[in-house]
Protein backbone atom coordinates (compact mmCIF):
# COMPACT_ATOMS: atom_id res chain seq x y z
CA UNK A 1 0.00 0.00 0.00
CA UNK A 2 1.19 3.67 -0.96
CA UNK A 3 0.18 4.54 3.09
CA UNK A 4 2.51 1.95 4.10
CA UNK A 5 5.10 2.83 2.15
CA UNK A 6 5.41 5.94 2.82
CA UNK A 7 4.65 5.80 6.72
CA UNK A 8 7.77 3.23 6.90
CA UNK A 9 9.80 6.26 5.37
CA UNK A 10 8.41 8.87 7.34
CA UNK A 11 9.23 6.51 10.36
CA UNK A 12 12.86 5.95 9.13
CA UNK A 13 13.35 9.96 8.56
CA UNK A 14 12.08 10.69 12.15
CA UNK A 15 14.56 7.99 13.38
CA UNK A 16 17.32 10.49 11.13
CA UNK A 17 15.74 13.11 13.08
CA UNK A 18 16.93 11.99 16.24
CA UNK A 19 13.24 12.44 17.39
CA UNK A 20 13.97 10.68 20.61
CA UNK A 21 16.31 13.67 21.91
CA UNK A 22 13.55 15.99 20.83
CA UNK A 23 10.67 13.39 22.81
CA UNK A 24 12.55 13.85 25.87
CA UNK A 25 12.84 17.58 25.71
CA UNK A 26 9.05 17.47 24.50
CA UNK A 27 8.53 15.58 28.23
CA UNK A 28 9.05 19.18 29.73
CA UNK A 29 6.46 21.42 27.98
CA UNK A 30 3.07 21.29 29.06
CA UNK A 31 0.04 20.43 26.55
CA UNK A 32 -0.83 23.57 26.22
CA UNK A 33 2.05 25.20 25.24
CA UNK A 34 2.63 22.13 22.77
CA UNK A 35 -0.70 22.62 21.27
CA UNK A 36 0.17 26.35 20.40
CA UNK A 37 3.15 25.13 19.04
CA UNK A 38 1.51 22.46 16.55
CA UNK A 39 -1.36 25.08 16.10
CA UNK A 40 1.57 27.41 14.61
CA UNK A 41 3.31 25.14 12.87
CA UNK A 42 -0.11 24.15 10.50
CA UNK A 43 -0.88 28.05 10.58
CA UNK A 44 2.83 28.70 8.77
CA UNK A 45 2.35 25.52 6.59
CA UNK A 46 -0.93 27.32 5.61
CA UNK A 47 1.11 30.40 4.78
CA UNK A 48 -1.28 31.84 7.23
CA UNK A 49 1.26 33.50 9.32
CA UNK A 50 5.43 34.31 8.30
CA UNK A 51 6.54 31.69 10.77
CA UNK A 52 6.54 30.07 13.95
CA UNK A 53 7.63 32.51 17.03
CA UNK A 54 9.32 30.10 19.15
CA UNK A 55 11.33 33.04 21.06
CA UNK A 56 8.21 34.56 21.75
CA UNK A 57 7.22 30.80 22.95
CA UNK A 58 10.57 29.66 25.00
CA UNK A 59 10.37 33.25 26.69
CA UNK A 60 6.76 32.49 27.97
CA UNK A 61 7.68 28.84 29.18
CA UNK A 62 10.83 29.99 31.01
CA UNK A 63 8.33 32.88 32.80
CA UNK A 64 6.05 29.92 33.76
CA UNK A 65 9.38 27.99 35.58
CA UNK A 66 9.61 25.42 31.91
CA UNK A 67 13.65 24.96 31.02
CA UNK A 68 14.10 24.82 27.49
CA UNK A 69 16.44 26.87 25.60
CA UNK A 70 15.19 28.84 22.16
CA UNK A 71 17.55 26.27 20.43
CA UNK A 72 15.59 22.76 21.74
CA UNK A 73 12.07 24.56 21.16
CA UNK A 74 13.20 25.66 17.32
CA UNK A 75 14.08 22.12 16.61
CA UNK A 76 11.57 20.82 18.16
CA UNK A 77 9.32 22.62 15.68
CA UNK A 78 11.14 21.59 12.56
CA UNK A 79 10.11 17.78 13.52
CA UNK A 80 6.70 18.64 14.07
CA UNK A 81 6.88 20.97 10.41
CA UNK A 82 8.38 18.17 8.94
CA UNK A 83 6.15 15.41 9.88
CA UNK A 84 2.76 17.18 9.42
CA UNK A 85 4.56 18.70 5.94
CA UNK A 86 5.46 14.63 4.94
CA UNK A 87 1.96 13.30 6.41
CA UNK A 88 0.35 15.88 4.22
CA UNK A 89 2.29 15.06 0.96
CA UNK A 90 1.33 11.42 1.52
CA UNK A 91 -2.18 11.84 2.63
CA UNK A 92 -1.72 10.13 5.64
CA UNK A 93 -4.64 9.42 7.87
CA UNK A 94 -4.50 10.03 11.62
CA UNK A 95 -4.23 6.65 12.50
CA UNK A 96 -1.42 6.16 10.29
CA UNK A 97 0.35 9.53 11.42
CA UNK A 98 -0.14 8.43 15.03
CA UNK A 99 0.90 4.38 14.24
CA UNK A 100 4.22 5.71 12.83
CA UNK A 101 5.02 7.70 15.47
CA UNK A 102 4.68 5.11 18.08
CA UNK A 103 7.12 3.01 15.98
CA UNK A 104 9.22 5.39 15.57
CA UNK A 105 9.46 6.97 18.81
CA UNK A 106 8.23 4.97 22.12
CA UNK A 107 9.40 7.80 24.49
CA UNK A 108 6.94 10.57 23.48
CA UNK A 109 4.66 11.33 25.96
CA UNK A 110 0.78 10.69 25.65
CA UNK A 111 0.21 14.25 25.71
CA UNK A 112 2.31 15.01 23.03
CA UNK A 113 0.50 12.16 20.86
CA UNK A 114 -2.79 13.07 21.83
CA UNK A 115 -2.01 16.65 20.86
CA UNK A 116 -0.84 15.77 17.25
CA UNK A 117 -3.80 13.22 16.68
CA UNK A 118 -6.37 16.36 17.45
CA UNK A 119 -4.56 18.69 15.53
CA UNK A 120 -4.11 16.46 12.50
CA UNK A 121 -7.26 15.40 12.43
CA UNK A 122 -8.41 18.64 12.96
CA UNK A 123 -6.32 20.80 10.58
CA UNK A 124 -4.51 18.41 8.73
CA UNK A 125 -6.71 17.83 5.34
CA UNK A 126 -5.63 21.95 4.67
CA UNK A 127 -2.52 22.00 4.59
CA UNK A 128 -1.23 23.33 0.86
CA UNK A 129 1.29 20.28 -0.51
CA UNK A 130 1.64 22.22 -3.76
CA UNK A 131 4.93 21.73 -5.31
CA UNK A 132 5.62 25.39 -6.21
CA UNK A 133 5.14 26.07 -2.77
CA UNK A 134 7.78 24.00 -1.57
CA UNK A 135 10.36 25.14 -4.39
CA UNK A 136 9.83 28.47 -3.57
CA UNK A 137 10.05 28.57 -0.04
CA UNK A 138 13.79 28.94 -0.15
CA UNK A 139 14.60 32.66 1.04
CA UNK A 140 13.62 34.23 4.65
CA UNK A 141 10.11 36.42 5.05
CA UNK A 142 10.67 39.58 6.32
CA UNK A 143 8.61 40.05 9.09
CA UNK A 144 9.10 43.33 11.17
CA UNK A 145 11.77 46.11 11.31
CA UNK A 146 12.68 48.26 14.12
CA UNK A 147 15.76 51.12 15.08
CA UNK A 148 17.50 53.31 17.28
CA UNK A 149 19.56 55.91 17.53
CA UNK A 150 23.14 55.86 19.55
CA UNK A 151 26.02 57.53 20.02
CA UNK A 152 29.28 55.88 21.18
CA UNK A 153 30.95 57.67 24.11
CA UNK A 154 34.53 55.95 24.44
CA UNK A 155 36.03 52.56 23.78
CA UNK A 156 39.29 50.68 24.46
CA UNK A 157 41.57 53.02 22.94
CA UNK A 158 39.78 56.14 22.71
CA UNK A 159 38.37 58.09 25.75
CA UNK A 160 36.12 60.34 23.81
CA UNK A 161 34.57 59.21 20.45
CA UNK A 162 30.64 60.81 20.94
CA UNK A 163 29.90 59.10 16.98
CA UNK A 164 26.27 58.23 16.34
CA UNK A 165 25.53 55.24 15.22
CA UNK A 166 22.28 53.29 14.01
CA UNK A 167 21.25 50.08 15.22
CA UNK A 168 18.49 48.15 13.36
CA UNK A 169 16.97 44.79 14.11
CA UNK A 170 14.96 42.58 11.78
CA UNK A 171 12.82 40.06 12.08
CA UNK A 172 12.83 37.33 9.70
CA UNK A 173 11.11 34.14 9.16
CA UNK A 174 13.36 31.49 7.90
CA UNK A 175 12.03 29.17 5.20
CA UNK A 176 11.52 26.30 8.23
CA UNK A 177 9.12 28.89 9.35
CA UNK A 178 11.64 29.91 12.80
CA UNK A 179 11.49 33.66 13.69
CA UNK A 180 14.49 34.99 14.21
CA UNK A 181 16.08 39.21 15.11
CA UNK A 182 19.33 39.95 13.14
CA UNK A 183 20.64 43.12 14.52
CA UNK A 184 23.87 45.19 13.31
CA UNK A 185 24.58 48.78 13.68
CA UNK A 186 25.71 51.13 11.04
CA UNK A 187 27.65 54.43 10.63
CA UNK A 188 25.96 57.41 9.89
CA UNK A 189 27.42 57.20 6.34
CA UNK A 190 26.72 53.79 6.18
CA UNK A 191 23.38 54.45 7.27
CA UNK A 192 22.61 56.99 4.52
CA UNK A 193 23.86 54.72 1.62
CA UNK A 194 21.20 52.17 2.88
CA UNK A 195 18.48 54.86 2.67
CA UNK A 196 19.77 55.87 -0.67
CA UNK A 197 19.48 51.90 -1.95
CA UNK A 198 16.18 52.06 -0.36
CA UNK A 199 14.69 54.72 -1.93
CA UNK A 200 16.21 53.82 -5.35
CA UNK A 201 14.35 50.10 -5.09
CA UNK A 202 11.19 52.29 -4.16
CA UNK A 203 11.74 54.42 -7.44
CA UNK A 204 11.91 51.06 -9.58
CA UNK A 205 8.67 49.83 -7.71
CA UNK A 206 6.69 52.79 -8.92
CA UNK A 207 7.41 51.72 -12.06
CA UNK A 208 6.05 48.05 -12.07
Known amino acids: M ?24 INF ?7 ELCEQVIQHLNHKI ?39 RNSLSTEELVTTLGNAVSTLPKH ?8 WNDQGKSISVSEDARNTATVGQFIDICWKLGVAMSSDTCRSLKYPYVTVTLKVA ?17 FKNFFRQFKEMAAVLETV
Open 112 to 119: AVQVIRHV
Open 174 to 190: DPSGQVTNKSFEMTVPQ
Open 50 to 88: SGVNTVELCQRLQTSGTEINVGDLAKIANIISFLFSTAA
Open 29 to 35: IPQDFFA
Open 2 to 25: AGGSAAAALARALEALDLGDAADK
